[in-house]
């Protein structure tokens, strides 16, 4: 594979993690050597073997309106939270939408909302699902969202591979570049 | 049975929660679509809701005549009677 020959630079970080609600609280865990993992207290959680995961330490919709968070899956509110912190640290800059692209890598998507829209097919039947199902449950749907709340309009793509999402949406987001400037 | 008075009070409820629609807005002869700027994806839910909260049908093909809060108001005023 030829070695791409335009540089990429980093200018803005964004997180929402089992440390912390951003970037800094996050570093600032890490450096401090402390663990995301806690107990799963939910009734859901009651059945299983293991109940402890490194849940996220902020719910996302602390940060986002209510209406607009509302249409989102709890996927779409992460990728949302962190694109925006991202974006605010690389100074929110003005971009002609054409050139502004979005990579996003997801390892299920919206499976929280398909399984909330099968309990209420299965309770109160076909006319109670939400016509944002699809929307909602697509692997595609945090980077549209992304893409929408950004304006994004070159190209809005995700990757789905399991632990490797993120790696291969970066990846991605280099061969975009790539193509842009003609190096491949 | 509810009034007209309650009956908008509670399209208001539906409204602000789906659409975030300002409950002094929802008047009669405000137009769901042009006037509060609830979508076609809003309006399937606002429906659905409306169904819930005042225990009435309301069928597909009557939901294309709901074009403003007034229609929705004596609508459902008669599907309760």
Redo the contacts between chains.
Sequence with gaps: MAVPSIGVVVTGLGATTPLGGDVATTWEGLLAGRSGVRPLTQDWAAQLPVRIAASLAQEPIEKL???KA?RMDRSEQVAVVAAQEAWADAGAPEVDPIRLAVAFGTGIGGALSMLEQDDILETKGV??V???TIPMLMPNGPAAWVGLELGAKGRVSSTVSACASSSESIALALSTCCARAGTT | MASRDEIRTGLAEILEEIADVAPDDVQDDKAFIDDLDVDSLSMVEVVVAAEEKFNIKIPDDDVQNLRTVGDAVSYIDKAQA
């Design positions: 309106a209510r209406v509302r006319r109670a939400s016509p944002r």
